[in-house]
């Protein structure tokens, strides 16, 4: 690589394509609204297939939608690197979140046909479908089945909130290919991606060399009492569900606290029955969203969570159902592809740090399957999920040289 430590690539047309991809799918204050299997995700789709077929690159399909552009290597038997991310964004998520990952292993598949290198190994451009769980539950869901967490058959039959299935929307939208889930096998898979965090920005970093995944647990918590009148009700007769909740938020931050640096916690999704102004709720059912790279600790957490629960409701008179419906344990990413981001960062003079990824990402189901790594850069105030998500050609372009050359490394040029 010696010969190639000032390759660069092009930060202008990287930055081009993000916004010509962000008029798909516009969102109503500057983001996106894209969000899986919709018909903006089947139309972000063919730009890109396009896009990939002009840079000289063979689609391929799977059965879960995921796609695959592939640049071929010297070397026909050579296991290809994989590199890519996600096009789907959040109701209202932004314009990098996910893009960033997959436009970023375009461009560099783009500046390696500029400049007439070969390498060894092919590299696959890739797209994940559903990375965001948003319209059907989980998240990472075709990575996942990729990797064989999730069973085809038990994906397809996902339902979003109007009752439609994956398997029916993907077929709807014409993007469900013949090749097996799972079948390709991959020397190693690299994904960019914005922080969606505060780090970076706030030390004045570049580059995250990602080291780790947090692990989580997604718990639905139902907690049932009674519906009375706010107004005629004694206070000592109250089974007030709504109260409950609350001294359960306050549990799940508690929890998190105790167990810094790293452990996070917090209550999401949250439906309060029957939502009038003068009814006591007799009903309430919300998520709690643990995670922390330590797998240890994040079993400690839910645990001490249950319990707490348990103790929380005994003292009202009200009960309480507890759920799991998303959980995987952190991820510890190969050493030689984080070695490989590291030493890219280092190689092209960015500022850098280990950085554990808070949020879960299609590579921490694909590092099952395959050796794996991570690169993150900057995001504005480290907001994202958000149509604010903002960040700079600078950070886009930082980002996408390190992730190539970590590719380009691990898949070897040919002189």
């Known amino acids: 690589m010696s010969q190639l430590s000032n390759l660069q690539i092009n930060g202008d047309r990287l930055w081009d394509s ?26 972000g789709r063919h730009l890109f297939k396009r896009w990939c077929e002009e840079a000289g ?87 996942g089945v990729f990797a064989g967490v999730h069973e085809e058959e038990w994906a397809k039959a996902r339902v979003d909130s109007k009752g439609k299935s994956f398997g029916e929307e993907l077929k709807r939208i014409g993007w469900e290919g013949d090749e097996p889930v799972g079948a ?24 995250g060399v990602v080291t780790h995944g947090q692990g989580l647990y997604w718990l639905q918590v139902t907690l049932t009492g009674k519906e009375s009148h706010t107004g005629s009700t004694p206070m000592p007769k109250r089974r007030n569900a709504g109260l409950g909740m609350a001294r359960v938020t306050e549990l799940v931050h508690e929890t998190a606290m105790d ?53 929380i409701v005994d003292a009202m008179d009200i009960s309480a159902e507890v759920e799991v419906v998303g959980h995987f344990d952190p991820v510890t990413f190969d050493e030689n592809c984080v070695k490989a981001v590291r030493d890219a960062a280092e190689r092209l003079g960015y500022s850098h740090t280990n950085i554990v990824s808070g949020a879960g990402h299609d590579a921490c189901w694909i590092n099952r399957v395959a050796p794996t790594a991570m690169v993150m850069c900057p995001c504005v105030d480290g907001l ?29 040029v040919v002189e």
């Not at 960033?100 to 890739?126: F, M, Q």
Request: charged share 25%; aromatic share 6%.
């Open 18 to 43: 993000l916004m010509e991809m962000a008029k798909i799918g516009p969102g109503v204050a500057g983001g996106n609204n894209r969000q899986t299997l919709t018909d903006e995700d089947g139309e």
């Open 259 to 311: 167990y810094q640096p790293n452990a996070v916690g917090a209550i999401g999704h949250v439906e309060v029955y029957p939502n009038s102004r003068n009814i006591i709720p007799g009903k309430c059912v919300f998520t709690v969203d643990i995670r922390s790279p330590s797998k240890e600790t994040l079993e400690t957490m839910k645990m001490r969570i249950e319990d707490g629960i348990e103790t």
């Open 384 to 412: 994202s999920h958000n149509e604010a998500e903002e960040i700079s050609k600078e950070w886009a372009t930082a980002g996408a040289n390190v992730l190539m050359h970590a590719v380009v490394e691990t898949a070897g």
């Open 57 to 143: 690159l063979e689609m391929g399909l799977d059965t879960m939608g995921n796609m695959f552009a592939r640049r071929e290597g010297t070397d026909p038997d050579a296991l290809p690197v994989y590199v890519g991310s996600h096009l789907d964004t959040q109701p209202t998520g932004g314009k990098y979140d996910g893009v960033l990952g997959v436009l970023g292993a375009l461009e560099l598949v783009r500046t390696l046909n500029d400049l007439n290198i070969k390498t060894k190994h092919p590299i696959v451009v890739t797209n994940w479908t559903n990375e965001e769980g948003t319209r059907f539950a989980p998240a990472m869901l075709s990575s």
């Open 184 to 207: 390709r096998k991959m020397k190693a898979f690299f994904e960019l991606h914005i922080e969606q965090g505060p780090i970076l920005e706030d030390e004045d970093l570049d580059i």
